[in-house]
């Protein structure tokens, strides 16, 4: 089993810079690929970043090419990730998410671990 907890967000102004942080704890291996994923008021979750712990291969989605960042530190279980020039658009609950396989994927269905999210919201 495995347990993520996410932190880090909150409010922010448009612009502005956020780093999302999730502790990984129990039996998680350098296989795994950890994730990102988002859901905005009213709209289904969307996938945003993922890493895979052994060689950090990262994928991004286009909306966040170029912005955000996906990154880990093995040796605290944690992944990261950061965010620049915010805009009011990605506000949103942002979920970590584990997988226990070593094949990136973006489907959400593909992910056996999740944490409860945290709160981002970017005002203009």
């Known amino acids: 089993q495995v347990q993520l907890v996410e932190s880090g967000g909150g409010l922010v102004q448009a612009g502005g810079s956020l780093r999302l942080s999730c502790a990984a704890s129990?039996?998680?291996?350098?296989?795994?690929?950890m994730g990102w994923f988002r859901q905005a008021p009213g709209k289904e979750r969307e996938f945003v970043a993922a890493?895979?712990?052994?060689?950090?291969?990262?994928y991004y989605s286009e909306s966040v090419k170029g912005r955000f960042t996906i990154s880990r530190d093995n040796a605290k279980n944690t992944v990261y990730l950061q965010m620049n020039s915010l805009k009011p658009e990605v506000t949103a609950v942002y979920y970590c998410?584990?997988?226990?396989?070593?094949?990136?994927?973006?489907?959400?269905?593909?992910?056996?671990?999740w944490g409860q999210g945290t709160q981002v919201t970017v005002s203009s």
């Open positions: 998410a584990a997988r226990g396989d070593a094949f990136i994927t973006t489907a959400e269905l593909g992910y056996d671990y």
């Open positions: 890493i895979r712990r052994s060689d950090g291969r990262t």
């Open positions: 129990g039996r998680i291996f350098s296989s795994y690929v």
